[in-house]
């Protein structure tokens, strides 16, 4: 099993503050995936990122694809409420069909 | 694009009766649709692998008897829990993706989830 693994579990942050998630596999993957998931709600996607060394934008939020391709971050700028939530990594594992191998998830909170 | 709908969203009942769970994609074919559970606060475990036309693919540990799963058409697949018990009680999550030509790299569509609720 190609296992990801996210730090910190849980983070809670000061509206203003910057943030960085981390996703950490000893495994080559082919891409990885960032997930926000809200309660009661499945996750949405944020980004996919396919090449090693990679750096994709979407407004305050910064995704990175390590050079190997074994590991992502996730930082946030200026975090504000509406960030808050559980970000999850993904990946699909070698000969996966498809499927995705999910990190255990770091839950975000960011207070007035 | 890329809309998943999952119905219904919420869902009690008493122990022993059986709950259907259906899951739509509603723009795009599902050649492939995936159920998960997740337990509060955790991340998403996924429990089998639907593909039309065929027989379901279980994670190791779920029982495929208690599990029932139909993919009967490109847009649309359905988890049945049968004989539920409060243990089944949690947060089932659905996803669909497309054809892809092939390569894995095309994103799963996640449904809004159903809570299960076994009294």
């Known amino acids: 099993t190609q296992l990801l693994e996210q730090s910190p579990q849980f983070l809670s942050i000061q509206e203003g503050e910057n943030l960085t998630v981390y996703c950490n596999s000893s495994s080559v993957f082919s891409s990885l995936q960032w997930y926000r998931q809200e309660p009661g709600e499945g996750p949405v996607l944020l980004v996919t990122v396919v090449t090693g060394g990679e750096v994709k934008k979407l407004k305050r939020l910064t995704f990175q694809f390590g050079d190997a391709r074994k590991d992502s971050s996730l930082h946030i700028t200026a975090a504000q409420p509406g960030d808050t939530g559980l970000y999850l990594c993904?990946?699909?594992?070698?000969?996966?069909?498809?499927?995705?191998?999910f990190g255990a998830g770091t839950q975000v909170v960011v207070t007035p | 694009g890329a809309v998943v709908s999952q119905h219904p969203s919420w869902v009690i009942c008493k122990s022993g009766t059986s709950v259907k769970i259906e899951c739509r994609s509603l723009d795009f074919q599902a050649t492939t649709m995936f159920w998960y559970r997740q337990f509060p606060k955790q991340s998403l475990m996924l429990m089998a692998t639907?593909?039309?036309?065929?027989?379901?693919?279980?994670e190791q540990g779920v029982e495929k008897d208690k599990f029932l799963i139909n993919h009967a058409s490109l847009t649309l697949s359905t988890l049945t829990v049968t004989s539920a018990h409060p243990e089944d009680s949690s947060f089932y999550i659905c996803s669909a993706r497309g054809w892809t030509g092939g390569f894995s790299n095309q994103p799963q569509h996640f449904g809004d989830g159903t809570r299960l609720s076994i009294l």
């Open positions: 639907s593909n039309e036309g065929s027989k379901a693919t279980y």
């Open positions: 993904a990946g699909p594992p070698r000969d996966s069909w498809g499927k995705l191998q």
